[in-house]
């Protein structure tokens, strides 16, 4: 191989010819466990979940679920492991007509908060990183302009927003200030409890993919000559999985119900993604143990769910911050800075 650039992420030399082993062709090394890019049916809404929502927002979900696991589960594996996000699918993205969520008005489609919140879970289930980016674009950019911005602004930037035409980031944490928000240089006028409820809503949607995946899995390989759903152990595993997704489901529900209701607080919006992001780690962690050996490869989904969640884990105020920000409206004590600096604020 002396002598030749090798061109790109995918092992390929400029003349086109392979460098080092080809990729493993799953099909024959695992010919009874279907990979992820054939997304496994639906299984976790063991409470009907489905029954709490309107006719509208049961059939945005549906369609939603119908295009991300026809356009992004086969793909998604492969852009995961090169660490690249796929541009060419923003068309796609654009027409599941989410963008903008909740925002009436500016070719925005004023979705419910629910509805919004389903549509983030959906994507999530299927890829977290494309929800991301749907939420990031949509429930921090798009909604900071909405609430915030010029009626100039508006007019100029939420059509294309909406249209992802335009791609929009946001920027609060700095260098040296992350969960310290109070201390930033730049200042954040409004906290947008909205987004809060939709990072809620990841978790479970990264949840019911891991769930679904080894719902599938586990009734597919065999092993001592029985399908791996046999044994009790994993049984137990699988049950305990999803009942966590359905308490999730409630607790994000029910977000969405306080905040349509305009009684959600900032303690509600951060024990709702502190606690789901707390459950769903317990759920991938399940998930990853019961796939064994393919428990830690991406085309098998729970690796990289699990790897998913981590982030989310942190972002949108990390698991403790958000505990405490509940933690401080429950007890009436701010505990964010040590004692000995906080000059007793009570
Ligand atoms: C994938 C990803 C995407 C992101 N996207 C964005 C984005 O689009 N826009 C944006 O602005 N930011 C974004 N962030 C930044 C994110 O919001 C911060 O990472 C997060 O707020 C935590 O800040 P930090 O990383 O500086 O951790 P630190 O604040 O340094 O915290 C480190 C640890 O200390 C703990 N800790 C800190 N303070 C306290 C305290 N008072 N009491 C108890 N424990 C404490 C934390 O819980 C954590 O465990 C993203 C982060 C990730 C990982």
Redesign the pocket.
Known sequence: MVGKRVTGGDGREEDGAKVGLPSLDLSLAFPKATPASIFPPSASDYYQFDDLLTSEERSIRKKVRGIVEKEIAPIMAAYWEKAEFPFHAIPKLASLGVAGGTIKGYGCPGLSITASAVTMAEMARVDASCS?FIL?HSS?VMVTIALCGSEAQKQKYLPSLAQLTTVG???????N?????SSLRTTATKVLAISRIMVAWQPIGISMGAFDMCHRYLKERKQFGVPLAAFQLNQEKLVRMLGNIQSMLLVGWRLCKLYESGKMTPGHASLGKAWNSRMAREVVSLGRELLGGNGILADFLVAKAFCDL???Y????????NS?VTGREITGIA????AALAKARL
């Open positions: 991301t990031v921090l980031c946001w920027a609060l944490t700095e260098p200030y992350g969960s310290d928000a981590e982030p989310i942190s972002y949108e105020g990390t698991y403790d911050i405490l505990s964010f800075k040590p």
